[in-house]
């Protein structure tokens, strides 16, 4: 089983339309959990980044944690063709002490005007 | 804002060549990293490294690999004698004491011919 597991996609949805962005995980030590957006050919801009379970909102995003059943989710609320790129969840632990990220494989979005 | 910048931007070389990507990370992170990225593939952890030495490394991170802070403002990964498969795009991290997130360069594109 792969440690962190995301839907490449694509996905495409209208614009204004909430998306729902999901990885699922194995590790349990991990407890940091980010989302990064990156466009084609440039670097992960962070977008949210959440401590152990609950939910975060920041404008338009919401990212959620639920680590009973190791699972994250990023809602993006009134989608925006701005909003196209492929989107990498990332998490970490602190048991190594170097808080490496791992990645999921990302998960293109189209968002169609 | 401050970013992570990093040069250049893309570097063609030949095979069995040695190869130096620069970074300059955030001024006060004194955490540092690198990830690549092969194309279309996700994105993986290579090394960390804080207080002048290697924290952790991956089994990607092989002899031919190896970093450097030559001074208080850059970071360089060298790749000794390039191989075909190391072309990708490399990522260059920072993290700032008492913080988790990551703040990611826009990447060097090393094309190994």
Redesign the interface.
């Known amino acids: 089983q792969k440690e962190v597991e995301q839907d490449p996609g694509p996905l495409s949805v209208p614009e204004g339309a909430i998306v729902s962005l999901n990885c699922t995980y194995s590790n349990s030590a991990f407890q940091?959990f980010?989302w990064?957006r990156q466009y084609s050919?440039?670097?992960?801009?962070?977008l949210m980044?959440t401590?152990s379970s609950g939910n975060k909102e920041d404008g338009r995003f919401t990212a959620q944690v639920d680590k009973s059943s190791k699972y994250i989710s990023l809602f993006i609320r009134d989608s925006q063709p701005s909003d196209s790129a492929t989107y990498?969840c990332?998490m970490?632990d602190t048991t190594?002490?170097?808080?490496?990220?791992?990645?999921?494989?990302?998960t293109r979005l189209k968002v169609l005007a | 804002e401050p970013e992570?910048t990093?040069t250049p931007s893309h570097q063609v070389t030949q095979m069995g060549q040695e190869v130096i990507l620069r970074c300059v990370p955030i001024s006060n992170h004194l955490?540092f990293?690198w990830?690549r990225q092969i194309l279309g593939?996700?994105?993986?952890?290579l090394v960390?490294f804080?207080n002048n030495e290697i924290?952790?490394k991956?089994e990607i991170f092989d002899d031919q690999f190896s970093v450097e802070r030559p001074d208080g403002s850059n970071f360089t990964l060298k790749i000794r004698s390039t191989k075909l498969e190391d072309s990708a795009?490399y990522?260059c991290?920072s993290?700032a004491p008492g913080y988790?997130?990551?703040?990611?360069?826009?990447?060097t594109?090393l094309t190994v011919l």
Request: net charge positive; glycine share 12%.
């Open positions: 940091y980010m990064y050919r440039k670097g992960p801009e962070l980044y401590y990498l990332a970490t190594s002490g170097t808080y490496k990220y791992i990645f999921g494989t990302g | 992570v990093q955490y990293y990830y593939q996700k994105v993986e952890f960390s804080y924290s952790e991956s795009m990522f991290a993290r988790n997130e990551q703040f990611f360069g826009p990447g594109r």
